[in-house]
Structure formats: C-alpha cells, structure tokens
C-alpha cells in the first residue's frame, strides 16, 4: 500500500472515531464541552433560575455565540430545536442523565442530547409540569419508564407535536 493510500485509510477510519470523542466546534476546531448551571443561570424562553426547579435541563451552544443558551425543561429544547423557523446552526446539544443526576436538584451529568433517549409521559415532573425524562443509555430510559409510566423514544423521533409548550405554564406552582 502506497503512503498516500495509508493517510487516505487511515483518515477514512479516523472520522467516525472523532465524533464520538464530542461535539466539536467547526471555527475553532475545540471540542465542546457543556456549561455547568451555576445559582444565576437563567431559561432562555421564560427567564426561570434554573437552579430552583427540578428536572432535566438542557442547553443549545449555537455557531457565533459563545455561551449556550439554556433551558429549564427538555420540552423547551425540543420546542426550540424543531420549529420550523429555527435555522440558526445548532454547534452542540446537551442534557441531563436523570439516571445519573438528582431529580430535584439536576447538576452535572450532561452528555449529547441527539445520542440519548426520552421517556415521554411520564408521572414525574420538571420545572413546566410534564417534561421528557432524559437519559444516555435506552436500559436506563425504559428502567424509568417502567417504575413511571411513558414511552421511550431516541432523539430522532421525537416530533413537534410532542414538543408542544402550550400551558406549561399552568402547571408551575412557583411563578
């Protein structure tokens, strides 16, 4: 095999492993990583302290901006993700592990929102009333979904019609 055809191999093999070390920031070449929600870290859509509800969170890290924007409930990140007018380009996703992180008090535990699953219809609620419960692996998403109630889906098929936001608001207790 010639030096050149070795590269070009090489290479070729090289490009699927780069995706799985993260999310990668195209003008810079870093690999992103996720922020962390800190007592003052606000939802983008409703300007709620992340901090004082529980459920999964989420975060949108766009090209051209350089902090992400945040989201008290996945719902909100769906909603925000699949509209039809959202074209701005999406540099990385992030949620929580809920089989990781505490329910009522979610800090850490981020991972790639578009590699994990949803558990939707859940008894358990987020900051907005009902959310989508999130996780990394399916095993720990259907584990939930048994003990409270839902189906699983992966990222990819969950649709606008699910991401509705239409009386979320109705269902905080706090504002």
């Known amino acids: 095999m010639t030096p050149h055809r070795r590269h070009l191999l090489l290479a070729l093999c090289a490009a699927p492993l ?3 070390v993260g999310c990668t920031n195209a003008e810079s070449g870093t690999v992103l990583r996720p922020a962390e929600i800190d007592p003052a870290t606000t939802c983008d859509l409703d300007g709620m302290l992340l901090a004082d509800y529980g459920g999964p969170k989420a975060q949108i890290h766009y090209a051209g901006q350089a902090a992400p924007v945040f989201f008290c409930d996945t719902v909100e990140m769906f909603a925000q993700l699949l509209r ?3 074209v701005r ?3 990385a ?3 929580q592990d809920m089989a990781r992180a505490d329910w009522d008090q979610p800090r850490g535990h981020w991972f790639d929102a578009r590699t994990g699953f949803y558990v939707i219809g859940s ?3 987020g900051s907005m009333g009902p959310t989508f419960a999130s996780f990394a692996q399916e095993a720990e998403a259907r584990k939930f979904a048994a003990q409270y109630g839902g189906k699983v889906l992966p990222f990819a098929e969950v649709t606008p ?3 509705d936001l239409s009386g979320g608001a109705s269902h905080d207790t706090r504002m």
């Open 18 to 20: 780069a995706a799985l």
């Open 84 to 86: 039809p007018e959202q």
């Open 89 to 91: 380009p999406v540099r």
């Open 93 to 95: 996703v992030f949620v």
């Open 123 to 125: 008894k358990r609620r």
């Open 161 to 163: 019609q699910l991401a």
